[in-house]
């Protein structure tokens, strides 16, 4: 498994109401798209946008809120199934 650093662009975005956590996230995961599923699962809460609104997808899901990169380190181990590793839930 590879390790990935998931960095929120703009937290100040009003799409971050639909997560509990707008911090960077530290991912153990096969591939950025499920390290963003993996982060959407552990962060994602209801928000109470507007009706008729639309819903839009997650934050964690959408690069234009969210930069991925593959990281190399130490700390974290990639043996082991996708998850969470840093905030630690």
Known sequence: MS??????VDPSDPSWRAS???????VRATNERI????????FSIASRFPPRAGISPPPWLR???VRAESITSPL????????????KL
């Open 20 to 26: 509990s956590y707008c911090g960077a996230v530290v």
């Open 35 to 42: 390290a963003r599923r993996t982060a959407a699962r552990a």
């Open 3 to 8: 390790i990935w650093k998931l960095t929120p």
């Open 63 to 65: 690069p234009s809120l």
């Open 76 to 87: 974290y181990a990639p043996d082991g199934g996708p998850e969470v590793l840093e905030p």
